[in-house]
């Protein structure tokens, strides 16, 4: 194989990375424009911050999969705030909202996940199980990060009998 046909080929794979990309982007701007569209639409019914608003804001985190648990500690911590700030406009809370999706997304930066004992040369398979919302996918991913810091090769696999059972 040539230069150019390497050079080809380089090009094609990186055209094709851009299309895979543009699409995940596009599917995610339609998650990310559902999800803040029913905020924002509840932002824009609800002129008061009161239960009401928290039970539907409730609602639309746990339909949007964040997990029962984070929601419920989400709610907790959002009322606390605005009990803190004072806050009684709707307007005002969008921001905390954000921010506090923000914490829970990124998590604790200096977490770190214990030293496993793989041995070397040998087929390893890691068994992660658990309900939704407490931390399956960041945990896997942080693993996934830490082993291939250190040279490993990994392959993710994924599998979900919730929505086949429901």
């Known amino acids: 194989m040539g230069f150019m046909d390497k050079f ?32 924002n ?9 009161d239960e009401d608003f928290f039970e539907e804001l409730e609602e639309i985190l746990i339909s949007a999969d964040v997990g029962v648990m984070t929601v419920m500690d989400l709610i907790d911590e959002l009322k606390m705030e605005v009990k803190r700030q004072n806050i009684s406009d709707t307007k005002e809370v969008k921001d905390i909202i954000s921010e506090k999706l923000v914490e829970i997304y990124y998590g604790e930066a200096d977490e770190k996940i214990e030293e496993l004992h793989l041995e070397e040369g040998q087929l390893s398979i890691i068994l992660v199980v658990g309900v939704n919302g407490v931390g399956k996918t960041t945990s896997i ?16 696999a994924a599998g979900d009998t919730f929505r086949a059972g429901a």
């Open 141 to 156: 991913g942080k693993l996934a990060h830490q082993l291939k810091q250190k040279g490993k090769n990994v392959v993710l």
């Open 41 to 49: 639409n509840l932002i824009a019914r609800y002129r008061k911050v």
């Open 8 to 39: 080809r080929n380089k090009f094609k794979q990186s055209e094709e990375k851009e299309e895979v990309s543009a699409k995940y982007k596009e599917g995610m701007k339609k998650t990310r424009s559902s999800f803040s569209g029913k905020i």
